[in-house]
C-alpha cells in the first residue's frame, strides 16, 4: 500500500499486489513519500517514479528489492542520503536519482552494484570525492555526476570505463589528471 499520496491535489490509497513486476507511474503529478512498505514487493524489476512530486527519504527497506533491475526517481524532490542498502539490489543495471535534493556522500556499499548500466546522480547535494570504485563497473556507459559539490581528483580508475560513452562532471571543483578519457 502507498498511503497518502495525492494526484493532482486528491488523496489517495493505493493498494499494490506483492506478485507485481514493474511499477511505472513516471509524470502522474503524484507527490508524497514513498512508505516502508515498498520492500514488501520483493518481485519488483522495475520502478519507474521520476517526474512526479515525491519526497522525503528513500527508504532503506528499497533494499530488500533483490530483483530490481531499473530504479528511476528522477526529477523528484527526494531528500537525506542514498540508502546504503540499495547496495542489497545486486542486479540493479539503471539507478536514476537525476535532480532531487540528495545529500551526503556516495556511500561506498554501491561498490557491489557491479551490473550498472546508468548511474545517473546529477543535481544533487552530493559532497566529498568521486570514489575510485566506480572504475569497477565494467558494464558502465552513461555516468552523469554534474552540479554536486565534489571536491578532488576525478579518480584515475575511471579510465577503466571502457564501456563508457560519456562522463558529465562540469561545475565541480574537479582535476582530472587521466588523459584516456576527456571531460
Known amino acids: 500500500m502507498i498511503p497518502s499520496t495525492s494526484a493532482a491535489g486528491l ?3 493505493v493498494t499494490i499486489p506483492q506478485e507485481v513486476l514493474s511499477l511505472n507511474l513516471e509524470a502522474q503529478n503524484l507527490a508524497g513519500s514513498i512508505p516502508p512498505s515498498i520492500g514488501n ?3 519488483l524489476t522495475w520502478i519507474h517514479l521520476g517526474i512526479n512530486n515525491f519526497h522525503g527519504q ?7 528489492l533483490r530483483s530490481l533491475q531499473y530504479l528511476n526517481l528522477s526529477y523528484n524532490s527526494f531528500g537525506g542520503n542514498i540508502p546504503t542498502n540499495i547496495s542489497h539490489c545486486t542486479q540493479l543495471s539503471v539507478l536514476d536519482l537525476f535532480s532531487n535534493e540528495i545529500i551526503g556522500v556516495i556511500p561506498d556499499q554501491l561498490s557491489s ?3 550498472l548500466n546508468h548511474l545517473w546522480i546529477s543535481l544533487n547535494n552530493l559532497i566529498g570525492t568521486i570514489p575510485g570504485w566506480i572504475g569497477n563497473f565494467s558494464s558502465l556507459n552513461s555516468l552523469r555526476l554534474s552540479h554536486n559539490n565534489f571536491q578532488g581528483s576525478i579518480p584515475n580508475e575511471l579510465g577503466r570505463l571502457t564501456a563508457l560513452g560519456k562522463i558529465r562532471t562540469c ?3 574537479l582535476v582530472w589528471t587521466n588523459r584516456n578519457i576527456y571531460v
Open 11 to 13: 488523496a489517495l490509497r
Open 41 to 43: 514487493l520483493t518481485d
Open 58 to 64: 528513500i527508504p532503506q527497506e528499497m533494499g530488500r
Open 113 to 115: 552494484l557491479l551490473n
Open 171 to 173: 561545475r565541480e571543483s
